[in-house]
C-alpha cells in the first residue's frame, strides 16, 4: 500500500557491505576479471540495494545513484558531452573510454590524460569535471538511466530515477578552448534531457529526481532566469512524471522563489543545513508544488532528533496538507557509511547515539510512518530515541574539563609566529641548507600488500608490538634509502603506518572512535573511513614522533615530519552535532600543536601540515565564506605557529581551485605551500601569481592520480611554466599528492624523472 506521505531517499552509498564494487573495479582494471564479472557485481550491488531499501519500507527508492565511477561523468556520458580524444575512429565510447577518462591510462594503445577531478561542493567526494569543446554538441548518447530503471522493474521495483540536473551539469562543467555561456548551451543540452525524460517515461517511470545542486549556489542573473524555461521544457516533455528538483547542502535563499515557482511536482529541500527556509517555502510554495523536507541528515552519524523532526513536519503538514509532502534524509545518504549492524566492536556506550545509511533511512520511514498513522504507532521507536540523545548529551565521555579549561585560557597568542616570513627565510636557509628549485614529495609512499599485510596482522593481535615496529621500520628505511637513491632534497618516512591521514590520527586522538566498515567512496574505488569525534578532542601521547625520528635517524638528509592538519581532520571526520564546528576545529588543532612542539623537540626541521579539506569545507554560497575561513585560518595557525623561526613550515592542498581563497591561504603562513596543479596544467598558479603569493610554493608536476609515468621534458615544461610567473627561489619540486596508490615500479621511475626535470632547470636558471 502506498503511504499518503512517503518516505523517500535520494541516492545510497553505492560501494556495498563489504566494498565489493571497489574489488571488483581494481580486479577489471589489472586484468583479473572480465567486463562480464565486472558487469555482475555491479548488477547484482544495484539489486541488493534496491531491495534492501524496499525491505527498510522506503516509499521512493532511487535509481541511477548508482555509478562505475562518478555520476558527473556518466552524466557526460549521458549527455555526449565525451572528448574526442577518448572516442573510438567510429565516435564510440565504450567502458575503456570511460574509465581513461576517469584515471587516464592506456587506451587503444595510446596513453592518454585523464579529466580533471575536484571535489563535489563541500564533501570529500570528488567528481570527474565534464569538459565542454568549441562548438559542443549534445546528444542522447549514454542509456545508463533507463536501462537501471528497468533493470529495477523487473525485480519488481519500481524506482525514482535521479538524474544530475543540465543547469547543474553545465556548472560544474569546464570549457577547453572556449568560453560558451551556460545559457547559450542549455537549449541543446535540455534537448537531450527531454529525451531522457521521455525514454523514462515510456519505461514506465511515474517519478524523476533532477539534482540541481546549483540551485544553493550564487549564480548569475542569467542562470538563474533560465531554471524556469529549462523546467518548463522538461515537465512538457514527459507530462505523465512527476518531476522532483532536488537541491541540498545548502538553502537556495536568494533563487528560493525561483525553485517555488519551478512547474514541477516537487521540490526538496535540505533542512538540516538549513532549517530556516522552511517556513518561506511554506508560504511561497504554489498549491501545485509537493516539498520533499530533508530533516534528517544525510551527511553526518548521529541518531536524528526525531521528535524536533516530526514538530517540522507535523507543522508543515498543517501548513501545506498531507498531499503535498514527502519525507526525506537532508540529501543523498551516498556520504554515510552503509549499516551500523556491520559494525562488531564498536564502543557500547557510544554504538546507539549513531545512524549509519539504513538506520537514518529506517529513520525516515518512522517520521513517515508518526505523520501517516500517528505517533502512537511509533512511541516505542520515538521514546528510544529521545533515550539515546539524551544518555549523549550528559555522557562524561564526551565532556573533558581539561580541554575546555584549556580553550578558555588560552587566546590570540597561540596564533602567532614569532617572526614575519622574511625573517624566517634566511635562518631556514642557514639550518636546512637546501639547493635552489628544492625537491620533495608530498609525504606517502606506496602502500603495498606487504605494507597492508603488516598492518592488518598487527590490528588482528597476530604480530606483536615488537615485530610490528621491525617491519615497519623495514619499510621506511627502504623508503629512505630509494629517495637517497633517486636524489631527492627534503624526504619522508613514507607514512607506512597510516591506513588513512584522518584515521590514523582519530585512532590515536581522544573523543573520537574509528569504525570497522564505516567505509565512504572518495573517488572511484577509493573509500575512507571517517573518525567519529564524538567528545571533546585531545591528545593523550605523540602520534608521529617515533616514526619520524626513526627516519631521521637514518640519513643526513632532512626528513619531514607529516601531519595532517585540523581542518582536514574536522572535514574528514564525522563531527560531534552538539557544538559548532569552530570549537570542535580549535579542539583539533590544540592537539595538533602539541604534536608539532614534540617533533620540533625531537629535533625535525621540517614539518608539513596537510590541509586538502580546506577548501571543500567552503558553504556553497559566499556569504558564509568569511566566518568559515575566519576560523579556518585561526585553527591552522593555532596548529602551526608554536615553531621556532628556524623550523620550516609547509602545508599541502589538492584538487580544488584556489583563487578565490587565495587570500586565506596566504593568512596561513606557511613557509611553503605544495598544490595538486598538473591535471590543470598549472593553471592554478596563475592565482598565487596575481596575488603574490610571498612565501614558497610546489606546484605538483606529477598528477600521481594517473597511472601514467611522466617524462623529464614533460616535466621541465611544467617548471618552465610555474617559472615564468615565479622566482625561482619560490618554486619547489614536488607531485601533485602522496604516493601511496602507485606502485614502486611507478614511483622510482617518476621520481628520478621528476629529480632529473629539477636538475635540468636549476642548472639552466644558474648558469649565466
Ligand atoms: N601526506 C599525505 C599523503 O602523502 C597527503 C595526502 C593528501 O593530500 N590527500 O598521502
Ligand atoms: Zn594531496
Redesign the pocket.
Known amino acids: 500500500m502506498q503511504q499518503l506521505i512517503p518516505a523517500t531517499n535520494l541516492g545510497f552509498p553505492r560501494i556495498g557491505p563489504h566494498r565489493e564494487l571497489k574489488r571488483s573495479l581494481e580486479d577489471y582494471w589489472a586484468g583479473r576479471i572480465s567486463v562480464g564479472d565486472l558487469e555482475d557485481t555491479a548488477s547484482s550491488l544495484r539489486r541488493q540495494r534496491w531491495s534492501r531499501q524496499r525491505e527498510l519500507g522506503l516509499d521512493h527508492v532511487p535509481s541511477n545513484d548508482f555509478s562505475l565511477y562518478d555520476h558527473v561523468l556518466d552524466t557526460a556520458v549521458m549527455v555526449g558531452a565525451v572528448p574526442d580524444r577518448y572516442r573510438t575512429e567510429s565516435g564510440e565510447v565504450d567502458l575503456g573510454a570511460y574509465f581513461a577518462m576517469a584515471r587516464g591510462g592506456d587506451l587503444r594503445g595510446k596513453a592518454v590524460a585523464p579529466l580533471e577531478m575536484t571535489k563535489w561542493f563541500d564533501t570529500n567526494y570528488h567528481y570527474i569535471v565534464p569538459e565542454l569543446s568549441a562548438g559542443q554538441r549534445f546528444e542522447y548518447a549514454g542509456h545508463k538511466a533507463v536501462a537501471e530503471f528497468r533493470e529495477a522493474k523487473a525485480i519488481g521495483i519500481t524506482t525514482r530515477p535521479v538524474l544530475l540536473g543540465p543547469i547543474s551539469f553545465l556548472t560544474l562543467a569546464k570549457q577547453r578552448g572556449t568560453d560558451t555561456s551556460v545559457t547559450a548551451l542549455l537549449p541543446a543540452l535540455v534537448g537531450v534531457y527531454e529525451a531522457v525524460l521521455a525514454d523514462l517515461a515510456a519505461a514506465g517511470a511515474q517519478w524523476v529526481q533532477i539534482d540541481e545542486p546549483a540551485l544553493c549556489l550564487d549564480l548569475d542573473h542569467d542562470i538563474v532566469d533560465a531554471f524556469s524555461e529549462t523546467y518548463e521544457r522538461l515537465v512538457r516533455s514527459a507530462p505523465d512524471v512527476r518531476v522532483l528538483v532536488a537541491t541540498y547542502f545548502s538553502g537556495p535563499r536568494a533563487n528560493l522563489p525561483t525553485a517555488l515557482a519551478l512547474p514541477v511536482a516537487a521540490l526538496h529541500l535540505d533542512l538540516v543545513r538549513e532549517p530556516d527556509q522552511l517556513d518561506p517555502a511554506l508560504s511561497g510554495a504554489p498549491d501545485s508544488l509537493a516539498l520533499s523536507l530533508g530533516v534528517v541528515d544525510g551527511r553526518n552519524v548521529w541518531r536524528a532528533d526525531l521528535l524536533s523532526a516530526l514538530a517540522l513536519l507535523e507543522h508543515a503538514r498543517d501548513r501545506i496538507g498531507a498531499d503535498r509532502l514527502l519525507v526525506a534524509p537532508s540529501c543523498s545518504v551516498l556520504h554515510m557509511p552503509l549499516d551500523l549492524d556491520l559494525e562488531t566492536t564498536l564502543d557500547p556506550e557510544i554504538r546507539p547515539w549513531l545512524a549509519f545509511a539504513e538506520q537514518r533511512l529506517a529513520e525516515v520511514v518512522l517520521l513517515s510512518r508518526a505523520l501517516n498513522e500517528g505517533r502512537a504507532a511509533v512511541a516505542d521507536l520515538l521514546t528510544d530515541n529521545a533515550t539515546a540523545r539524551l544518555e549523549r548529551s550528559h555522557s562524561s565521555r564526551v565532556h573533558s574539563g581539561a580541554v575546555s579549561e584549556r580553550l578558555a585560557t588560552q587566546g590570540p597568542e597561540l596564533e602567532a609566529r614569532t617572526s614575519p616570513y622574511v625573517e624566517r627565510r634566511p635562518k631556514q636557509a642557514k639550518r636546512i641548507g637546501l639547493p635552489l628549485l628544492p625537491t620533495t ?4 609512499f606506496p602502500q603495498t600488500a606487504d605494507v597492508r599485510t603488516l598492518r592488518s596482522r598487527y590490528r588482528r593481535g597476530e604480530l606483536d608490538a615488537a615485530h610490528y615496529e621491525a617491519g615497519m621500520r623495514e619499510l621506511i628505511e627502504t623508503a629512505v634509502r630509494v629517495q637517497e637513491s633517486v636524489g631527492l632534497d627534503v624526504l619522508v618516512h613514507g ?1 607506512f603506518e597510516r591506513n588513512d ?1 584522518v584515521e590514523y590520527f582519530g585512532e590515536q586522538l581522544s573523543g573520537v572512535i574509528v569504525s570497522e566498515n564505516g567505509w565512504v567512496q572518495s573517488f572511484g574505488s577509493r573509500c575512507v573511513k571517517p573518525p567519529l569525534i564524538y567528545g571533546d578532542v585531545s591528545r593523550p601521547l605523540p602520534m608521529t614522533v617515533g616514526w619520524t625520528t626513526f627516519a631521521q635517524s637514518l640519513t643526513d638528509r632532512p626528513v619531514k615530519g ?1 601531519l595532517t592538519g585540523p581542518v582536514t581532520i574536522l572535514q574528514w571526520s564525522f563531527v560531534r552535532d552538539d557544538q559548532s564546528r569552530e570549537q570542535t576545529c580549535r579542539q583539533i588543532a590544540l592537539a595538533v600543536r602539541d604534536e608539532i612542539a614534540d617533533l620540533e623537540a625531537a629535533g625535525i626541521a621540517i614539518v ?1 601540515l ?1 590541509e ?1 579539506a580546506l577548501r571543500e569545507g567552503l558553504p556553497l554560497q559566499r556569504a558564509d565564506w568569511r566566518e568559515y575561513l575566519r576560523w579556518a585560518v585561526s585553527a591552522f595557525r593555532v596548529a602551526s605557529s608554536g615553531v621556532a623561526d628556524e623550523t620550516q613550515l609547509h602545508t ?1 592542498m ?1 584538487y580544488a581551485e584556489f583563487h578565490d581563497i587565495i587570500d586565506a591561504i596566504a593568512a596561513f603562513d606557511a613557509d611553503v605551500i605544495s598544490i595538486e596543479a598538473s591535471r590543470s596544467n598549472m593553471e592554478l598558479l596563475d592565482t598565487f601569481v596575481d596575488f603574490r603569493y610571498p612565501n614558497e610554493i610546489g606546484p605538483g608536476v606529477w598528477d600521481i592520480h594517473s597511472p601514467r609515468i611522466p617524462g623529464v621534458g614533460e616535466i621541465v615544461t611544467l617548471l618552465d611554466r610555474a617559472l615564468e610567473v615565479l622566482s625561482p627561489h619560490q618554486l619547489w619540486v614536488n607531485p601533485d ?4 596508490t602507485r606502485s614502486w615500479v611507478e614511483v622510482e621511475p617518476a621520481l628520478r624523472n621528476l629529480v632529473e626535470a629539477a636538475r635540468v632547470v636549476r642548472e639552466r636558471v644558474t648558469s649565466p
Open positions: 614529495t608530498i609525504g606517502s607514512e591521514m607529516m608539513q596537510d586538502p599541502h589538492c599528492c602522496g604516493l601511496k
